[in-house]
């Protein structure tokens, strides 16, 4: 679907930030401008495939820890499009009621499209910087119940949005409509110190010509995101570190990439 929109060769200037990772991924969501420019990142930044790998395991491991401590029912915001393997949130965990959100109309046709059919997932086009537009949408309300803790996913979206007051009031939004007993799970771009490579110039410069421009984080402000919440251990840390799995990365930079963590919204009390 994405490729009749783009046919080949018709230049970079309409790759998008949803092809560019689907692209990385392996996935089949992504137009000829996205692969150029997955060709032109890889070129001065080798390990960014295994970065969105490392990412997208860290966004399934996430849900699968919210699962076990008895959430059902999944908020993901930036959702991306149908993932390859090892498969989208409600593939991961079957029973869940699972809410898709993301700005691109054409990540959310194609969403539609491949898992239509489902009662138990929606696919919703949303700007998560408007979170009463996420939360009053009638597919959210048909699916999440308000009052019964939700895990919400920021996985790899926020370093989209340009001012840290726009991406702070957003995250903020969100946390304060989630009930107690609720999760937090976000994944963000950041810049080591000890691992900052020069910024491949072409890349950056083409980059910015898509729909949506990257600000990378300092930990400080990831840690902000999860402000009043329980972080659960270790804490904010590099994906892979995150309760890891068995795909851990041997590639510093790579894991390096993007900090990530999960915060818990205590219960209330009387
Ligand atoms: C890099 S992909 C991440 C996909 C998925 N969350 C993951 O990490 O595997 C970022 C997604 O966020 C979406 N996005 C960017 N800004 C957004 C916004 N303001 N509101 C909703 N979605 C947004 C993009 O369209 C894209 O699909």
């Not at 699916?143 to 926020?158: G, H, T």
Request: proline share 8%; aromatic share 8%; net charge negative.
């Amino acid at each position: 679907m994405f490729e009749a929109q783009q046919p080949e060769g018709t230049g970079p200037g309409r790759s998008s930030s949803a092809g560019f990772y689907d692209s990385l991924l392996g996935g089949s969501h992504h137009t000829a401008a996205d692969r150029q420019l997955v060709e032109i990142a890889l070129r001065g930044t080798p390990h960014l495939r295994e970065w969105a790998r490392q990412n997208r395991a860290f966004a399934l491991r996430a849900a699968q820890y919210c699962w076990a401590q008895g959430i059902r029912q999944f908020l993901d915001l930036g959702a991306g499009a149908p993932a390859p393997e090892p498969g989208a949130l409600h593939e991961v965990l079957p029973s869940a009621r699972v809410v898709y959100v993301d700005s691109d109309p054409h990540v959310v046709s194609a969403l539609r499209e491949t898992y239509a059919g489902q009662e138990s997932l929606a696919c919703v086009e949303a700007d998560v910087l408007d979170p009463a537009s996420v939360l009053t949408d009638p597919d959210t309300r048909r699916l999440i119940d308000a009052s019964e803790p939700v895990a919400v996913l920021m996985i790899a979206v926020l370093h989209f949005v340009e001012r840290d007051e726009d991406a702070s009031r957003c995250v903020a939004g969100f946390r304060e409509w989630m009930a107690p007993g609720s999760y937090l799970a976000l994944s963000h771009g950041t810049i080591d110190p000890d691992t900052v490579v020069p910024p491949d110039r072409q890349f950056m410069a083409r980059y910015a010509a898509t729909a949506t421009s990257l600000t990378p984080r300092s930990r400080e402000t990831i840690v902000e995101f999860f402000a009043g919440l329980e972080l659960v251990a270790p804490g904010v840390v590099y994906p892979p570190d995150w309760h890891p799995g068995s795909d851990d990365s041997p590639n510093a930079r790579a894991r390096r990439g993007s900090l990530a963590g999960v915060g818990r919204k205590r219960a209330a009390t009387t």
